[in-house]
């Protein structure tokens, strides 16, 4: 039987086998939904906000303040498509209830005239969760999709490092803003899920399974070297407008569905720059962001900027 990687043995062997390669390649989003996160938040406060406490739902208004105000994000009239992670319902695993209630609040106020939550998991995922109430109650729409080819569209990534195609969630495409709010923790294979590994929630599961998943990926570096790179071009394909980060409680044993070992550290984390606010998450536990494949190569791919000394931090 092939022996399971820990999470530091594995980032210590990616180190050695150079996992980090730099591969150029351009931003595929011409087809995105969204108004273009490089303009909106000109002229914000900070580039990453960090806000630790409680209250869940009250850090959320918080970060999102911090950053510019939900309103240069969501114009009026706009439709919002929303990705929170409801994988599975043990505590550490999902995107939390309050945060996901702030969100919707926060769109409805700066005018959007439709906010959808899109996904291809199972109504029990919704239900355990709770967050089909606070749906419900928030009159946000949940728009399950059904595992058929024919409603996600194929999408095109040239430059992709281990793929050339996404096979995106059709529905996302007649929204015009895309907000990506995960929960960091822990995951089988490559020890680290964020925002950019949350995108395979709008990809084909079929394509997730048969392009990113090679035989041993969850304990054969090449093969966890792999969904590292699928991830990263997955990324070129769709870019969300906005990322708002569940850091309150998250499992970092046996992920991704737990149940397992909590952290606390009671954070909500949000900004535009996938790369940099996966970066500071990994300074949450025991990762560390230049060890680990996906990060470094997202990086030096362009799809954003990993060194947080360069990042205009504002943390309360």
């Excluded at 399971?4 to 980090?20: P, Y």
């Excluded at 939900?70 to 990705?83: E, F, N, Q, R, Y």
């Excluded at 899920?193 to 997730?208: D, R, S, W």
């Amino acid at each position: 039987m092939t022996k399971k990687l820990g999470r530091r043995e594995f980032f210590k062997q990616s180190a050695k086998l150079g996992l980090t390669a730099a591969i150029g390649g351009s931003l595929l989003a011409q087809d995105r939904p969204g108004v273009g996160s490089t303009y909106f938040f000109e002229g914000q406060l900070a580039d990453l906000t960090v806000v630790t406490g409680a209250d869940y739902y009250k850090s959320t208004f918080k970060a999102v303040e911090l950053l510019g105000g939900m309103d240069k994000i969501v114009a009026k009239g706009s439709k919002v498509a929303l990705l929170p992670n409801v994988q599975r319902w043990h505590p550490g695993t999902f995107t939390k209830r309050e945060i996901v209630r702030a969100v919707i609040q926060m769109c409805k106020k700066a005018g959007a005239a439709e906010v959808n939550v899109l996904s291809w998991l199972g109504e029990k995922n919704w239900e355990s969760t709770g967050m089909t109430k606070v749906l419900q109650e928030e009159g946000a729409n949940l728009k399950l999709v059904a595992r058929e080819e024919a409603l996600f569209k194929q999408v095109k990534i040239p430059d992709g490092t281990a793929i050339k195609d996404a096979m995106i969630i059709k529905e996302l495409y007649n929204n015009d803003v895309f907000i990506d709010m995960p929960i960091t923790k822990d995951h089988a294979g490559n020890k680290f899920t964020g925002t950019m590994k949350n995108l395979m929630g709008i990809n084909f599961p079929t394509h997730n399974r048969s392009n990113f998943h090679q035989k041993d990926w969850t304990t054969d570096v090449n093969a966890i070297r792999h969904l590292d790179y699928c991830i990263v071009d997955l990324n070129r394909a769709v870019k969300p407008d906005l990322c708002v980060v569940d850091a309150t409680e998250f499992i970092i044993t046996n992920g991704p569905m737990g149940p397992g070992e909590l952290n606390k550290p009671q954070k909500i984390i949000a900004g535009v720059d996938r790369v940099a606010v996966d970066s500071f998450c990994t300074t949450l536990w025991d990762v560390k962001a230049e060890d680990s494949t996906q990060i470094t190569h997202a990086h030096k791919c362009g799809l954003g900027n990993m060194d947080l000394k360069k990042i205009k931090i504002k943390e309360v």
